[in-house]
């Protein structure tokens, strides 16, 4: 399974954006790229996939480079309860979750 | 939909004890998923299903551990006998299919402490 690798911490104000990058440069063609986030004390949670074409839902927005190498998670206005680990998973035609150790976010009011 | 139910939410036990963590997956999911984690290891996957046939269990610790999943809404992860370095969060997790595509859903987890 292909590696991503991603800051240990970040940090962000209230109601400001924040971009979360991703390294990914030993993706294949078919690996798509997902987004989990996990809140103190609770399982994770989905945030958002792509495979090639940035995306956007409700949570966040996903820029996925050109080459696919690298992406990033944007989340347009944090908020306290976006605190959490946020992790960035290539996930083969398994579909297996392979985690690493994520970013810590950490916002402040 | 309920999402993914787990139990117990906590266990305590004592080594040596047999342990049996329950899932109860997504109405309509076929795969379903069974992690562990710890504070050294962070997440890992143990074993995953497809269809209520174990497809992956490379990440299985031991044969201490075991897991079985009788029918599509029910599944058991098993430690026998358990040891206190079993002590973690275990979650499952269930998706629709296990392709590249699919989203998991977790569990609230059950967190095992082994004395």
């Known amino acids: 399974d292909a590696k991503t690798t991603q800051p240990n911490s970040m940090e962000s104000n209230e109601e400001e954006p924040v971009h979360l990058p991703c390294n990914h440069s030993?993706?294949?063609?078919?690996?798509?790229i997902h987004w989990y986030r996990q809140l103190p004390s609770q399982g994770p949670e989905y945030v958002i996939h792509g495979l090639t074409s940035n995306v956007n839902n409700r949570m966040a927005s996903l820029a996925i480079a050109e080459d696919r190498k690298s992406s990033t998670l944007i989340l347009h206005r944090a908020t306290l309860r976006d605190a959490a680990v946020y992790y960035c998973?290539?996930?083969?035609?398994?579909?297996?979750?392979?985690f690493g150790q994520g970013t810590t976010l950490q916002v402040k009011p | 939909d309920a999402g993914v139910i787990q139990s117990p939410r906590h266990e305590v036990t004592e080594m040596g004890q047999e342990v049996t963590l329950r899932c109860k997956p997504i109405s309509g999911h076929n795969s379903l998923f069974w992690y562990r984690q710890t504070m050294m290891r962070g997440l890992e996957l143990l074993i995953y299903?497809?269809?209520?046939?174990?497809?992956?269990d490379s990440g299985m610790p031991e044969d201490r551990f075991s897991a079985k999943m009788p029918n599509a809404s029910f599944s058991t992860l098993k430690i026998q006998p358990s040891e206190p370095r079993d002590s973690a969060v275990y979650f499952c997790?269930?998706?629709?299919?296990?392709?590249?595509?699919?989203?998991?859903?977790f569990g609230p987890g059950t967190r095992l402490t082994v004395l």
């Open positions: 030993t993706i294949s063609g078919t690996d798509y």
């Open positions: 998973i290539l996930t083969s035609n398994t579909g297996k979750l392979i």
């Open positions: 299903f497809n269809n209520n046939v174990p497809i992956d």
């Open positions: 997790a269930s998706s629709f299919q296990s392709s590249g595509a699919d989203t998991q859903y």
